[in-house]
């Protein structure tokens, strides 16, 4: 396991991933009872910025200019983005860093996640990487109902599902090293929809050749695969020329009603805001229709 989110933290990919995710909680909060936040994939909890140079391998240009980094100073972000960017602010306070010209912090999932959650919520969150675990270990040391475990991710979807609970928002988001990762995330999604039918998962995904998400995507290669209900499906394209990423996707099972309406202009607007060549946008569509 090479992969270290430190490099990528605040890039467009965890801008539109984060965005959502923060939406996503608060509307399957518009019900009282409470929820497991399941974050299988957790990395670290929060990152430094300014350590982002150092990168997971070689000393690389940071991405999160093109990230974050963009939507710092913009007033005119939509309704949908604001509750998430009141959070990187409020991580940045915490610093003293909130009025800096530049973001300094940049909130992982754990952090959001623990952001949202309610009373009646629990946080479960699950990273392999033995550096990453001990950050988000003593990170989390305080944090009321969470719980931190070096499990491998999908062994978690049948380990911690169904919760007792019975609701569920768990965040799929590996790191797309290994070259079966798509099998082992249809195989997760197989698993954590035999124990929580209702549970609502949410799966990261990039647009490259390589992570063979074509297949992933098609009509019938997940729904081959898996037997979904209602599913809603987004790409968010920035960089259309590019040889290698050329934006992300969502995949998210069973998200609330109507979650698309929210989504949409969250989507669209980031397009727009984080595109880096021409000719990208976001696209967004049900692979199973909510009825
Ligand atoms: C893309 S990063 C996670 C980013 C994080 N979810 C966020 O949004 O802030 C993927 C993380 O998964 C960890 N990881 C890799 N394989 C794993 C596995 N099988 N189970 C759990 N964690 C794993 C990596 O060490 C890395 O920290």
Redesign the pocket.
Known sequence: ?N?R?HFHAGNFA?VF??GALVRLARALQRKSGGLLLL??????GSYDLTAAKQGDTLARAPEWPDGIGRLWTREDRPGELEEYFTFVKKLNGEHGSAADPAPRYYP???WLLRAVARAQDRVAL????PD?YAALRSECLYSPRTTVQP????TALRAMLPPPERRALV?I???FEAQDELARITQGLRDGLRRLPGGTFVVWFPLTERAGVAEFDREGGLRRAVELPPTLLVHLVVNPSAPNLKGCGLLIVNPPWQFDRELRPLADWLAGALAQTPGGGAELRWVVPET
């Open positions: 396991m992969y989110h965890d991933k984060h974050d299988t994939h957790a990395g670290r992982g999932s754990p699950c990273e392999l990487q990453e499990l491998d991710g999908y965040l988001d590996p790191p």
